[in-house]
């Protein structure tokens, strides 16, 4: 019998259109379950993944017949499970339940399994049949048993594995599944890495990537050349494609795609809970946390990031017959072929996968940069205009296909800017010791305090004398200000912080801000923005007085902590908090500028 959808639907937008995946699908197609890959016939270099959709009733039940449709392996990051499909365009997608888990990548905390291999061992299948049906009772294929603390397990695809924690392009996805293993040394063929021309330096890792791979790529592909477990997993993605393919093309390849390091992770998985709350089959991965280890050094084919320009007798050779490639808008509507290649030369165009969370620190990645260009920047080709994209390798010209580069572009996990200050404070305190001795809150009350748990001082609703002021009522949204909500029910927080340093003492003030309410791109969109405001004072005897005007005067002033600069005693500055490059916490850029408007440099 059909059985109604028991959870809530919402609005999603998708960039990709799959018409000849989808071609007839006028109605509404859930995404259901993976069900292996098949090396490509038609475009060789685009392997096929066999998804089941269920069919959603206006009556809002599922239809019990599983619909089977091949995609491209390099769509999966939008062919979430979950995710409701009509003609050949995700409209909505389910809404799981979500959650961040503890899981531990070695070996003897996780292990594969399906439900074939359950039943042919006589094991627990899993994840109980009737929670999410699928199509045949002794499913074939392959899913990883995270073992939690709780005395349950985590359940996860493996191909939403492969897609959402191998890399961060679908490019790299694709080379891994339709290409011999080329090694790493950059030679001849490899798609992967450039030749490094460069010397090894120990305790770094240096990895060179080619054209075609995204930034986001070097931390999966500098583990892979320098970590044997790591380059046992990545070369083992074509290994087993190879092995179990029919060339009669009638039976798919199950794959199995773990953890490519071993030691502790954290996931944030969107799902459903189980065995009384302690189990989780995950379907969506929405966030992981990056492997610790000694700082990476990524290098570009074509990087163009020298410290100075080539010289006036240079050649142009620097990207010199390179397609140009813009990036899709979020309203822009691609259609994505699975059965051609794209043209040579032709138009080339970036795509963004849904969202992708970055949990914890970040490793440490730095930019190799020559000291002088070799060559000045050659004249790229202007594709002509694409009817269909490709995520396939270049092959011959005229067909009007062009270049479709997949890719997630991951936001940092956000705790509201004023905490991911005190955090980034902290991490900076313990990642420089000997430069930052105490990183420490303050209120009134308590004084000085260095808990982990910071406190705010609240600030003072206006007084009846303050809000008459010169015999002028004060405007409306300036009475409302010092509270976190029109109702008046909450006053707003400030976060101050003293930062103890050899030679001085600095100090940050951020203010609490309200929540927008959802918005796209980072998590920090949904907040207010204000400015932070750092200072170091001439005495420290003026710290009290000064503080005290700072938190009256902020009321009249909305927040707008650079009007206030010059009204300190001491040195003072604002600060912005946009994202910088290589942050390994969110806001570790924001603080680095706060403590470099006074002077200090780490």
């Known amino acids: 019998m059909p059985e109604r959808l028991e959870w809530n639907l919402k609005r999603a937008s998708s960039s990709l259109q799959l018409k000849d995946s989808l071609t007839e699908n006028s109605e509404n197609w859930v995404v259901w379950w993976y069900c292996g890959i098949y090396k490509n016939q038609q475009a060789g270099s685009q392997p096929n993944v066999l998804v089941a959709f269920r069919e959603l009733l206006d009556s809002g039940y599922l239809s019990d017949s599983f619909i089977l449709r091949r995609v491209p392996l390099t769509t999966l990051g939008h062919v979430r499970l979950g995710s409701v499909w009509k003609s050949g365009i995700c409209r909505q997608e389910i809404e799981f339940d979500t959650h961040e888990f ?24 899993p994840f109980p049949p009737s929670l999410y049906p699928l199509q045949y009772k002794r499913d074939r294929n392959w899913v990883i048993e995270f073992n939690l603390s709780s005395g349950g397990k985590l359940v996860l695809p493996c191909l939403e594995f492969f897609s959402r924690c191998y890399g961060r392009s679908a490019e790299l996805r694709r080379v891994l599944a339709t290409y011999p293993w080329r090694g790493t040394d950059g030679g001849s063929g490899n798609r992967l890495y450039a030749p490094l021309d460069q010397p090894e330096e120990k305790g770094k890792w240096k990895v060179k990537l080619r054209q075609r791979m995204v930034n986001g790529d070097a931390l999966f592909l500098a583990h892979v050349k320098y970590d044997s477990y790591a380059e046992h997993r990545a070369k083992g993605i074509y290994a087993q494609i ?9 039976h798919p390849i199950f794959l199995t795609a773990g953890p490519w390091y071993k030691e502790p992770a954290r996931l944030k998985v969107r799902g459903i809970w189980f065995d009384n709350g302690k189990s989780f089959l995950g379907l969506q991965i929405v966030g992981a946390s990056d492997p610790g280890g000694v700082p990476i050094e990524r290098n570009r084919d074509n ?29 822009q509507i691609i259609d994505l072929t699975r059965d051609a290649e794209p043209d040579r030369g ?66 940092m996990e956000s705790q509201g800017v004023m905490r991911d200050m005190w955090n980034a404070m902290e991490f ?19 004084g000085y305090r260095s808990d982990k748990e910071p406190k705010l001082i609240a600030l003072e609703p206006f007084s009846t004398q303050e809000l008459i002021g010169e015999g002028k009522e004060l405007p409306t949204a300036t009475q409302n200000w010092p509270y976190m909500d029109r109702h008046r029910s909450e006053l707003r927080g400030v976060l101050v912080a ?3 340093l050899a030679r001085k003492t600095i100090h940050i003030v951020e203010i609490q801000r309200r929540r927008k309410g959802k918005a796209s791109g980072s998590p920090q969109d949904t907040e207010e923005h204000f400015k932070g405001l750092v200072f170091v004072l001439d005495d420290q005897k003026h710290f009290a ?8 005067r902020v009321r009249y002033a909305h927040g707008v902590l650079q009007k206030l600069e010059k009204q300190c005693p001491g040195e003072a500055a604002s600060f912005s908090h946009r994202p910088a490059r290589n942050e390994r916490v969110p806001c570790e850029g924001a603080v680095r500028l706060a403590l470099k408007k006074v002077g200090f440099h780490l």
Do not use: M
């Not at 240079?314 to 990207?319: E, K, M, P, S």
């Not at 007085?545 to 009256?552: A, E, N």
């Open 303 to 331: 990087r163009n990031n020298a410290e100075q320009p080539a010289g006036i007798t240079a050649g142009r050779q620097a990207w010199q017959g390179a397609p140009e490639c813009a990036t899709a808008k979020p309203s």
């Open 242 to 250: 190879e092995a179990q393919h029919d060339p009669s093309g009638k």
């Open 102 to 125: 503890d899981v531990d990548y070695r070996t003897g905390n996780w292990q594969f399994s399906s439900f074939q291999y359950a039943n042919q061992n006589n094991i627990p299948p």
């Open 545 to 552: 007085s000064w503080l005290r005007k700072l938190l009256s």
């Open 428 to 446: 900076l305190r313990e990642l420089y010791p000997r430069k930052i001795y105490k990183v420490e809150w303050f209120t009134f009350e308590d």
């Open 346 to 411: 032709g138009e080339g165009l970036g795509i963004e996968e849904p969202e992708f969370e970055l949990l914890g620190a970040q490793r440490l990645i730095t930019n190799y940069r020559d000291k002088q260009a070799r060559d000045s920047a050659g004249i790229k080709v202007k594709g002509g205009d694409s009817g269909s994209y490709s995520t396939g390798e270049s092959f011959g010209e005229g067909k009007g296909v062009g270049y479709a580069s997949i890719r997630t572009e991951p936001v």
């Open 498 to 500: 003293r930062l103890s």
